[in-house]
């Protein structure tokens, strides 16, 4: 996306972060994510529908491709949690913990 921005000679802005919230479990971080993604995906939807408006396709095809790793991201969280939103309860908190250690820790 930073390539496109210059390409069309504009200037990217990566020193604006939104608040970070990792959370205090596994479950709780897997919350967390999910709200994002969810937010993320309605802000890539709304980018494709300007990029429409001012007939940006190009931008607009490299936009829908990110939102499809956004909808496999939150896809991959309601998979893991087993709920949409993911529900923080012990049982899903034990499966998120068995599951991050599978996938992040050295065995
Ligand atoms: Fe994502």
Redesign the pocket.
Known sequence: MISRILFLEGKPIVSEVNKIHIGSDVAQMFKN?HE??KN?IVAYNEAIKLACEVKDFATREILEQILS??D???DAIEEVCGSSPPNPTIANARRCTQIQRFFFLPI
Request: hydrophobic share 10%; no cysteine; net charge negative.
């Open positions: 994510d994002h993604e993320t790793d956004e496999g991201h939150i």
